[in-house]
Nanobody, 116 residues
Framework: QVHVVESGGGLVQPGGSLRLSCVAS????????MGWHRQAPGKQRELVAG???????NYADSVKGRFTISRDNAKNTVYLQMNSLKPEDTAVYYC??????????WGKGTLVTVSS
């Protein structure tokens, strides 16, 4: 059974930074892309950033220049460095791992609150 576990959320003031981490179980040989999505209250879940197996990245326009996604294949871990946080970044952040068998696995999410 595959497990995806996020960590690193919390309360931060506007302009601050947070680093989210996500670990996926199983061999890295079986994981293609990984990504971060978020869902704010009353809104649909949206893609924040994604990273392929060869570390090609893509970002939502709203976070470009502020967030950086990276991965450590040896550790089956993906990170999201979030800088210059804004109140509108407040959401539950979910990690996704896409495996070679075309299955997607999701974590339970970690809450990020940006508020003064």
């Amino acid at each position: 059974q595959v497990h995806v576990v996020e960590s690193g959320g919390g309360l931060v003031q506007p302009g601050g930074s947070l680093r989210l981490s996500c670990v996926a179980s199983g061999s890295s040989l079986f994981i293609n892309s990984m990504g971060w999505h978020r869902q704010a209250p009353g809104k649909q879940r949206e893609l924040v950033a994604g990273i392929s197996r060869n570390s090609s990245t893509n970002y939502a326009d709203s976070v470009k220049g502020r967030f950086t996604i990276s991965r450590d294949n040896a550790k089956n871990t993906v990170y999201l460095q979030m800088n210059s946080l804004k109140p509108e970044d407040t959401a539950v952040y979910y990690c996704n791992a896409h495996y070679v068998n075309n299955m997607d696995y999701w974590g339970k999410g970690t809450l990020v609150t940006v508020s003064s």
